[in-house]
């Protein structure tokens, strides 16, 4: 801004010189402050350059705020599936955990019955497929009557369906029910981390008796941790999964990390939003759920008229450019912009004026100065 001021200033400075030097140029200015004349010096000294619009593609950027947020597929509610009292655990919201690795141990009394009505079950399955075996030999012998050997087909088939049910609940605490003997039945049952993750939020202590339904861990697994974007509806239609999206986080404003919208939500909200999902393409260290965010998203490039940002100089809440004329003269003419990216402004009403006026590209501020300067 300083060099435009000193442009500015030499410019004015010439303009006395040669009105002094030289015939006037207050017969070629206009009366109203929307024209100045400029010398081929001064036009020289302020380093102008000429030229018209021009078309190029530029993406607009979409300035959003949001929160980092996890998927429910990566967000797990760790529970016991058959109720009993915590015995021990170690965890503490924070703490790294390992998939497999022992999160906490639980123990019942209806836990050793399950164990013991399996293993009686097993026991007495053995009994009836033997029992079958002999009345079907009778039967088919005709020894014995067709409705002892059903009786025994159809106790055999109960038992196996009973074996089968109470094999899956072991398989629900993670009892392996074909190596369950009466030499390792107990009491205890260990819970394992189902991912690889951190822990969230720890629901239970030590000695506390939980429902099936109860949560006693929240895991969150950090692989798919995202960006949650809120977009007002004005911006919606220029969305698109796989656009780039800078982000920063409030308590590090200049540190940006890269990401990519993933999903776009097609429902909008009470507050005539719609939430965007991102990807970071690295992680940021330390990402926790919840956390503020800001982003700005990169729209897909249309073709436009642009001129580059030194054409367009803002004055009293307007924007403006200097079209050319003859003799030196340069005529100022407001403007609509609308993207800006890449040292280029778009021109929305480029059709306001002809299509091959001559623009003032470089150093417009000066003649801003250089105009304003004359009207005073």
Same mark, same amino acid.
């Given at each position: 801004m300083l060099r435009y001021l000193i442009i500015a200033t030499i410019l004015l400075t010439a303009s006395c010189k040669n009105a002094e030097k030289d015939q006037p140029v207050t017969d070629e200015?206009?009366? *109203?402050? !929307?024209?100045?004349? %400029?010398? /081929?010096?001064?036009?020289?000294? /302020?380093?102008?350059?000429?030229?018209? +619009?021009?078309?190029?593609?530029?993406?607009?950027?979409?300035?959003?705020?949001?929160?980092?947020?996890?998927?429910?597929?990566?967000?797990? !509610?760790?529970?016991?599936? #058959?109720?009993?009292? +915590?015995?021990?655990?170690?965890? %503490?919201?924070?703490?790294?955990?390992?998939?497999?690795?022992?999160?906490?141990?639980?123990?019942?009394?209806? @836990?050793?019955? @399950?164990?013991?009505?399996?293993?009686?079950?097993?026991?007495?399955?053995?009994?009836?497929?033997?029992?079958?075996?002999?009345?079907?030999? #009778?039967?088919? *012998?005709?020894?014995?009557?067709?409705?002892?050997?059903?009786?025994? /087909?159809?106790? +055999?088939?109960?038992?196996?369906?009973?074996?089968? /049910?109470?094999?899956?609940?072991?398989?629900?605490?993670?009892?392996?029910?074909?190596? %369950?003997? !009466?030499?390792? #039945?107990?009491? *205890?049952?260990? #819970?394992? !981390?189902?991912?690889?993750?951190?822990? *969230?939020?720890v629901f239970v202590n030590p000695g506390k008796y939980v429902q099936p339904s109860d949560v006693l861990f929240e895991l969150i697994d950090p692989d798919d941790i995202h960006a949650a974007l809120t977009v007002f509806q004005k911006d919606i239609s220029k969305l698109a999964v796989g656009q780039e999206v800078v982000i920063n986080f409030i308590d590090e404003p200049q540190k940006f990390y890269q990401g990519k919208v993933i999903l776009v939500n097609r429902s909008l909200d009470e507050n005539r939003s719609e939430v965007v999902h991102c990807h970071f393409t690295e992680h940021p260290k330390d990402l926790h759920p919840g956390m503020f965010l800001q982003a700005k998203i990169k729209t897909s490039p249309r073709e436009v008229l642009a001129l580059p940002e030194e054409a367009v100089v803002g004055f009293q809440g307007h924007e403006y450019i200097f079209i050319v004329g003859e003799a030196g003269k340069f005529e100022i003419v407001e403007v609509e912009t609308g993207i800006r990216e890449k040292g280029f402004i778009e021109i929305k009403n480029a059709g306001s004026f002809p299509p091959t006026a001559k623009i003032v590209l470089t150093n417009a501020y000066a003649v801003l100065g250089a105009m304003k300067n004359s009207g005073e």
């Open positions: 200015v206009e009366a *109203s402050i !929307s024209t100045v004349v %400029l010398t /081929a010096e001064q036009i020289k000294t /302020a380093e102008l350059r000429f030229g018209g +619009l021009e078309k190029t593609k530029l993406a607009d950027l979409i300035t959003v705020n949001g929160v980092v947020d996890v998927p429910p597929q990566n967000l797990v !509610s760790v529970s016991f599936p #058959l109720g009993g009292y +915590l015995k021990r655990t170690e965890l %503490l919201p924070g703490k790294n955990v390992r998939k497999g690795e022992v999160i906490g141990i639980m123990e019942d009394q209806s @836990l050793v019955q @399950l164990q013991q009505d399996y293993l009686v079950g097993k026991e007495k399955l053995h009994y009836l497929e033997q029992d079958f075996n002999r009345q079907e030999e #009778l039967n088919e *012998s005709n020894v014995n009557a067709t409705k002892v050997f059903q009786q025994a /087909a159809a106790e +055999l088939g109960s038992q196996k369906v009973m074996m089968r /049910a109470m094999g899956e609940k072991l398989r629900l605490i993670n009892i392996n029910p074909d190596k %369950l003997t !009466s030499e390792n #039945l107990s009491r *205890s049952v260990p #819970l394992y !981390s189902p991912i690889n993750g951190f822990v *969230s939020k």
